[in-house]
Structures are given as structure tokens and as C-alpha cells.
């Protein structure tokens, strides 16, 4: 009449985080990195002891410093109305700004990138075939000869 059921046989596993959730966990611990370090320890994380493919870490990575990043902004992108070739951005104010993929391109072009000092670089070691955008130093003014 004595059923002893042992506590072990049906002990509860932990529950296991999702990669965006193991990435934003990361880059927390990596926070004080330059960014484009700490996506790359990021990455590399992901995929060399969580076991994620290089895409699937590349894209919880990017996903995950987003969120960080834009966490304590007002301005959200509505998913509702964005497309593969529509971005719209909803601000504080309740506009909604839309850029079409070739608006987008437009701002990514290296002409106007380059007015800004800006570029992209590649992120991971691997494959390298996420680009992130990234601040050039600025070169000091040539003189001017007379």
C-alpha cells in the first residue's frame, strides 16, 4: 500500500531560454564592449557554446541589441504596415514616417554615408556577411596652398 514515488524521476528541468533572450543575456554581460565587439563576442557565443548557426545567431544578436537599444525610445516601427519594401515608423507624436526600400537605399548610399562619416563594416569572424553601421574618424582639414 506504500507507493513511493522518488522526486528524482520526474524532476523539473530548467527552462531554456530562447537565442534573442541568450543574446540580450550576453551582450548585458558585455555591455561596456565598443559595438561592434560585443555583437562579434555576442555571435561568437551563440554559436560556439550555445550551439546556433551562424544565421541564427547573427539574427538574435542584432535582434537582441535593437531591443537594448531602443528600449527607452518613444519611436516604435509599425509592424502592421511595414512590408519587405516598407519601413513605417510611428513617433511620440503619432506620425507615421514611411521609407521605401529604395528611400532606405538612398540613406545607406555610400555617397551619403560618407557625408556623415559613416560606413559599414562587417560583424563576425566567420562569414562575415552582417554589416553594421559604423562612425569613420573624421581626417584632420587639408591646408590649403596658395
Request: charged share 25%.
Amino acid at each position: 500500500m506504500n507507493n513511493v514515488t522518488s522526486l528524482h524521476a520526474h524532476a523539473a528541468r530548467a527552462p531554456q531560454l530562447d537565442p534573442e533572450n541568450l543574446a540580450v543575456a550576453q551582450l548585458w554581460q558585455t555591455q561596456t564592449l565598443p559595438k561592434r565587439e560585443a555583437l562579434e563576442a555576442c555571435i561568437e557565443h551563440l554559436v560556439t557554446d550555445r550551439g546556433l548557426t551562424d544565421g541564427a545567431a547573427e539574427n538574435a544578436t542584432i535582434q537582441a541589441y535593437a531591443e537594448i537599444e531602443g528600449a527607452n525610445k518613444r519611436h516604435r516601427i509599425d509592424l502592421e504596415a511595414t512590408t519587405t519594401r516598407l519601413l513605417v515608423i510611428q513617433t511620440p507624436a503619432g506620425e507615421r514616417v514611411a521609407l521605401s526600400l529604395v528611400d532606405l537605399l538612398a540613406l545607406v548610399s555610400p555617397e551619403h554615408l560618407a557625408a556623415r562619416h559613416l560606413t559599414f563594416r562587417p560583424i563576425g569572424k566567420r562569414h562575415r556577411r552582417l554589416l553594421m553601421l559604423d562612425r569613420q574618424p573624421e581626417t584632420a582639414p587639408r591646408e590649403v596652398q596658395a
